[in-house]
């Protein structure tokens, strides 16, 4: 689908560009006339396209950072991508809901020139037959550490504490104590990086060295620390699981390059691959995905082929094509008040998918807090990281009495969810399964996972959706909150 409104093009371009390039398919179909997400396997590469192909990228001047059965990831400087497909690097600015739920200015990329093709931030490379589409990457949003205390600070606003409260409310302290807690099992996750803290220490969790896709950046560094804090909830569920961190955010702690990441993830072959991020789109959309939604979707159908389980956030009022991809476990968000009384997060995005029959989205949900900022879980972050300083602030769009999360603005811990929350959490909850019952595909983790949910039956989802939770399945919570134990016996106890 192109876009019908043509983009006022700038020159706000960075130096370093981050791409995918699609090698020439054994299907003979090109992934940029891909109209259904049937399965990923006619876009496998042809024969040695794969290989010609990332030599030529590389002849331009690219890097090669990742690759996969379909194509390959590339950073480079725009000369180099000019080299490759003769056209130029321009960029347009479009409006997306971004963190903290605030519509925002987003740089995006393109690629154009007379021999290009009109679809947004999709390019050719004229004579290169190995190459079908090189695809700019797109900016993805968080779906919302130096060694700290491992304690948290005590706060007098009612949150969520990790891991007992977490464990409790998701019904997993019963599978743990029998002995289930997800070891054996390797959870992958694509984020903003993982840094040291005391608090994983303190627990003995067993974490990978991280790896990072950006060049230049260090695997040991979170700037933003919501990948070291959302990545607690994994463990809060499966305290016995491995965890492999991916950053894919440059020095500031922007996501460049989630693709990379995802692709390097994929073909490190983890039993569970979770993502607490995604794009926006119009909602409802003014027609299909885009050539460039359908590219990365692929990637990801071709994971849940593999048999890797693949978690998504949901969304956290945005409208993004990686939670439909079909196979994909959507993370939405269910809030659990102090009374123990459960409700729909109206943080949270619900849709059934426009574009995918029989996909509804959230496919089951965490634990999420509620608008306007989602303050909810205590999390241990890098001290002095944008997050840790940001919730401890006021929010200067919130009314005058908003105090931020009260804790230090360096102190290494920070109060906040979003569907980030629920996607590592739902992967905790994969992992204890796993754990007990390898082997298990991905559709029958998701039948244990949506038969055995808790029914939430009250609240709204976001206010761009504005579902109503309801007695059984529903928009705003599909069948209900994860509940791990239940889960556990339906796997040990029944052919799926």
């Not at 464990?167 to 070891?183: D, S, Y």
């Not at 976001?462 to 796997?491: E, Q």
Request: glycine share 12%.
């Amino acid at each position: 689908m192109t876009n019908p409104t043509a983009p006022r093009y700038g020159q706000d371009v960075p130096d370093t560009v981050y791409g995918y390039v699609s090698a020439r398919s054994q299907g003979g179909v090109p992934v940029t006339r891909a109209t259904a997400l049937s399965s990923a396997r006619p876009f496998r590469a042809e024969g040695d396209a794969l290989e010609r192909a990332k030599e030529y990228a590389r002849t331009a001047g690219l890097t090669v950072t990742a690759e996969s059965r379909l194509g390959f990831t590339v950073a480079g400087t725009p000369a180099a991508y000019e080299q490759l497909t003769s056209g130029r690097i321009a960029s347009y600015e479009v409006e997306q809901l971004g963190p903290m739920n605030r519509e925002r200015s987003v740089t995006h990329l393109d690629i154009v020139g007379d021999r290009q093709p009109d679809a947004l931030g999709i390019g050719a490379a004229p004579g290169e037959d190995a190459i079908e589409a090189v695809a700019l990457e797109r900016p993805r949003t968080p779906m919302r550490l130096l060694p700290a205390d491992a304690k948290p600070p005590d706060v007098e606003a009612y949150h969520l504490t990790l891991p007992d409260d977490v464990a409790g409310l998701l019904n997993a302290t019963p599978a743990h104590e029998a002995g289930h807690e997800g070891r054996g099992v390797e959870v992958a996750m694509v984020d903003t990086g993982q840094a040291e803290h005391a608090y994983f220490t303190a627990h003995g969790y067993d974490i990978a060295p991280p790896v990072a896709l950006v060049p230049g950046t260090s695997p040991a560094e979170d700037p933003v620390g919501h990948g070291t804090g959302e990545s607690a909830n994994i463990f809060a569920v499966a305290p016995g699981a491995r965890l492999r961190p991916y950053r894919a955010s440059n020095r500031r702690g922007d996501l460049t390059a989630a693709t990379a990441g995802f692709l390097r993830a994929k073909a490190d072959r983890p039993h569970v691959l979770t993502n607490s991020w995604g794009g926006d789109g119009d909602f409802p959309p003014l027609g299909g995905p885009s050539q460039a939604d359908m590219i990365f979707a692929l990637e990801i159908l071709d994971a849940v082929e593999q048999g890797i389980v693949v978690v998504f956030s949901a969304g956290n009022g945005q409208f993004a094509i990686e939670p439909q991809v079909p196979g994909v476990i959507a993370a939405g968000g269910v809030f659990a008040a102090q009374d123990g009384r459960l409700r729909a997060s109206n943080y949270a995005s619900g849709y059934v998918s426009p574009w995918i029959e029989g996909v509804r989205v959230p496919t089951v949900c965490g634990l999420v807090g509620l608008l306007p900022r989602a303050q909810y879980l205590m999390l241990p972050v890098p001290p002095g990281c944008a997050i840790d300083v940001d919730e401890s602030l006021p929010d200067p769009h919130a009314p005058a009495d908003d105090p931020g999360d009260t804790t230090g603005p360096g102190d290494g811990w920070a109060m906040f969810s979003g569907t980030s929350a629920a996607a590592p959490q739902t992967a905790g909850a994969v992992a204890v399964l796993l754990g007990a019952r390898p082997g298990l595909t991905p559709a029958q983790v998701t039948r244990a996972l949506t038969a055995t949910a808790t029914d939430v039956t009250t609240g709204t989802n976001h206010p761009r959706f504005g579902k109503r939770a309801h007695v059984g399945i529903d928009t705003a919570t599909g069948p209900g909150l994860v509940n791990v134990s239940a889960a556990l016996d339906l796997v040990l106890t029944q052919d799926l």
